[in-house]
């Protein structure tokens, strides 16, 4: 039991046994509210899947795909890590990792786009011309460096939706 929350039950005169009680009816009343609506973990719990385009969020361990964090076109995953939970502490704290990880991977994105249209430009101009000039060189240097940079804020932004995902299924723990 926290030292701070048996103070205070000292102080207010509530034996150990009330506050465990008490701490067991809001634990029991936050999961009602979340399975009052037919949620349990095995129907509404989410999983993170590697595809070939990004991360996609499924239900259940083989369940319909709910959105997909992509690594070129990255959308919003949001609304599916908060789950209609408006109020929910845990729903909140699934909203913002999964707003930090769209965020993460829109920069890692652009870079990735950039670094591999740069290093296309150079590869096409090289086998053109026969030999790699000062400024296909640049223009390649700067598309390695452009995807050198992408790849960790793209690791960066996996970590985010991951934590999005444990904020959403704690929900759903007993």
Request: proline content about 2%; glycine content about 8%; charged content about 15%.
């Amino acid at each position: 039991m926290n030292t701070r929350l048996a103070s205070l039950a000292i102080a207010i005169g509530l034996s150990s046994a009330q506050l465990v009680r008490a701490q067991s009816t809001t634990t029991a009343q936050a999961s009602a509210s979340v399975q009052g609506s037919g949620c349990s973990y095995a129907t509404c719990a989410l999983a993170i899947v590697p595809r070939w385009n990004g991360l996609a969020v499924i239900r259940g361990t083989h369940g319909p795909r709910a959105a997909n964090l992509n690594f070129f076109w990255p959308t919003s995953v949001t609304s599916v890590l908060r789950g209609g939970a408006e109020s929910d502490a845990a729903a909140d704290s699934a909203a913002a990792y999964a707003q930090r990880a769209l965020r993460l991977r829109r920069v890692g994105a652009a870079l990735t786009d950039v670094g591999l249209v740069a290093t296309i430009v150079t590869v096409a101009r090289v086998a053109s011309n026969g030999r790699a000039r000062r400024e296909d060189k640049a223009i390649g240097g700067a598309g390695l460096a452009a995807l050198s940079v992408s790849v960790p804020l793209q690791f960066a932004a996996d970590g985010a939706l991951s934590r999005a995902v444990w904020w959403h299924n704690v929900r759903f723990v007993r």
